[in-house]
């Protein structure tokens, strides 16, 4: 996952404003945040192990001063939640410095480390962008957008980018544009800025929190540079092959957020309408599981003329924090997060909807809680296909032998989570609901549809990372 910002706002200072667009995305990773500025001449950089509040608050603000601000927080996939992975990097290149936060997850980290002169040990960081960093700062280029232009056709996989030097906010979409990236406008006169301004962000939302007005997508193989006193200047690198992750719209963004034009509440519904009508079965209710499945529900309820209800309650703060759980937590399981309203679903049959059953094991425990709580019948219905097989570019689901379905069939997993029913909604069912041609996404995650080749040696990360670090290795990438 992973969440970008950027900000252009003349004559203000653009960390608050970008501290909030991140704050809009925190969702997309939990990780880390941080933010990079500049003044004009100089940049700095603040991040830290910790949820965007936490690491930018009203302390830290104040001192990261200049008109320009990229900022990032970070859904690492494997192990490493150190500090020296934070985002966004930093590096001083041969005349400029440079800043970078990415999100995606480049698949020939291998390869492109090869090219680095001085290889691994110049790295402070093991992931992929430190890479990257590191590769478009040692580019003899006369300035930093020359230099992405050079490098960027190298890179393979996904990077939805925001990149700062000491004058400009860039925002660099890959040419599959496999994660979003939004341009917006911030009005004059806003209490951000009264100059206004431009902006950058992952998702829609982060534009509007912050009072600014949607452009348009940043589009694949575009890159857009934002410079005090012109307009955004487009400049293409490659060209655009469109291939948006469709689990962006089942499960990623926030509902608020437009993707392609859909709004994101509106085709979660729909596909629940959808859902309903491959998938129908007599029960009482309808019910979510909170919060992502909810739009679903919605929909299905609405379909199958049931009453939706709220069978379960979510502790809102109950999030993914860099904390590890004590152990007492951890033997509470999804408890910690969700409590069933025995008032509802006592002697009830139920229609659970969710979004996605990655691993299976929070949906065996739901299933578990909601029948200790009295239900009758749980019938489980998702709003996506099954995930069969891995994601390589910047989903937490690259183990293959970790995802049930691509092991065990429908009915096997109705078994393991101990359902009386499981259905899922088909790619077709998912695209009747958009309205949109499949040739405009990635679905490698449901059908093995790779639109960039996977090296074999980056489809075993998990093994890449075991090696050590001198043989190889940048580690886990951000998602
Ligand atoms: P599980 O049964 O353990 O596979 O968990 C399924 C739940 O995980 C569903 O409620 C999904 O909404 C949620 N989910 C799907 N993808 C992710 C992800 N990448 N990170 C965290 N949760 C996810």
Redesign the pocket.
Known sequence: ?CGVFGVLAPGADAAPVAALGLFALQHRGQESAGVAVSDGEQLMLYKDLGLVAQVLDERRLPSLRGPLAIAHCRYSTTGSTVWENAQPTFRLGRSRALAVGHNGNLVNTRELLGRLSGGRARLPATTDTELLTALIADEPASDTVEALRRVLPSLRGAYSLVVLDERRVIGVRDPDGFRPLVLGRLPRDNPGSREGGWLLSSETAGIEVVGGEVVRDVEPGEMVVLEAGSEPRSVRFAEARDHLCVFELI?FARPDSYLLGRNLYEARRRMGVALAGELPVAADLVMP?PD??APAAAGFAEASGLPYREGMVRNRYAG?TFIQPSQAMRQRGVTVKLSPLREVVRDRRLIVV???????????QIVALLRRAGAREVHLRISSPPIHHPCFYG???QIETEL?AATHDVEQIRAF?GADSLGYLSIEGVLSALELPYDRFCFACFDGNYPVPVPYDTRNRKLMLEEPIAATAVGPGDG
């Open positions: 996952m499960y599981v992502t499945g993914r969710d979004d996605s059953i990655v691993r299976g094991t929070t949906t065996r989903i937490d689901t049930i989570v």
